[in-house]
C-alpha cells in the first residue's frame, strides 16, 4: 500500500483483521501528527437509518428490546444498518415498518449523528417520520419488540433522565423536539 495522507495523519498501511456482514475491523500502521510511528485500531460499521415516528398527536413511537452488547434492555427509536443499493430514507421507512408496523407519507430528515468518531467509523442517518398509517409489523427473528408510544415531551425527559441511552436515539429525540418547537415558532409567524 502506498502511505495516504488522512488528515494530520499518514496511514502507511491498513490491515482487515475481522470481517462480518455489518463490520471490520482494521489496523493501521501510521505516522502520528508529530511525526512518530505507531499503531491505530479502528471499526467500521455499515451506515444506518435511525427513525422517530410522531403521530398526529404528538406521541411517539419507540422499541424496548434486549440489546445483546449492552446486556440489557434498551428504549430506542428504531435503526437498522443501511443495505447494498438503499438510500437512507428508504432503510428508514423499512425499519418502521418492520418494526413498528408504520408507514409515514412524510419523512424528515435531521441529519447525521456519529457515534464514537475517534474509533468507530459508523453513520447514522436521523428521519422524525409523520402522518402515520398502520401495517404488518415484519421483525427480524431475532427480534422481541416490545412498542412504547408515548409524548415526545416524555421521551426528551427520558432522555435526560438517563433511561434513554442507546446515542442516535438521544440525539435524533432532541433533534426533533428542537425540529418541531422550532416549526411551532415559523408558523406563529405567519
Known amino acids: 500500500m502506498t502511505p495516504r495522507k488522512h488528515g494530520p495523519w499518514t496511514i502507511n498501511e491498513s490491515t482487515l483483521k475481522y470481517k462480518h456482514k455489518l463490520l471490520e475491523v482494521y489496523e493501521d500502521q501510521v505516522t502520528r ?21 410522531l403521530d398526529e398527536n404528538g406521541a411517539v413511537y419507540l422499541a424496548r428490546q ?14 437498522g444498518a443501511i443495505e ?3 438510500r437512507p430514507e428508504e432503510t428508514a ?5 418492520e418494526e413498528l408496523g408504520l408507514e409515514a407519507r412524510e419523512l424528515i430528515a435531521l441529519g447525521r449523528v456519529d457515534s464514537m ?3 468507530i467509523d459508523s453513520p447514522s442517518h436521523l428521519f422524525l417520520a409523520r402522518q402515520l398509517s398502520s401495517t404488518e409489523a415484519q421483525p427480524d427473528v431475532s427480534e422481541r419488540i416490545q412498542i412504547i408510544k408515548i409524548s415526545l415531551a416524555e ?12 446515542g442516535s436515539s438521544c440525539v435524533l429525540i432532541l433533534r ?7 416549526e411551532t415558532l415559523k408558523g406563529g409567524e405567519a
Open 33 to 53: 501528527p508529530n511525526g512518530t510511528p505507531g499503531v491505530y485500531a479502528m471499526v467500521k460499521i455499515r451506515a444506518g437509518a435511525a427513525v422517530l415516528a
Open 117 to 119: 468518531g475517534s474509533l
Open 155 to 166: 421521551a426528551c425527559r427520558l432522555v435526560y433522565a438517563n433511561e434513554i441511552t442507546h
Open 176 to 182: 426533533a423536539y428542537k425540529y418541531l418547537q422550532d
Open 66 to 79: 434486549f440489546r445483546y452488547a449492552a446486556g440489557r434492555e434498551s428504549l430506542e427509536v428504531v435503526a
Open 84 to 86: 447494498t443499493d438503499e
Open 93 to 97: 421507512r423499512r425499519e418502521l415498518r
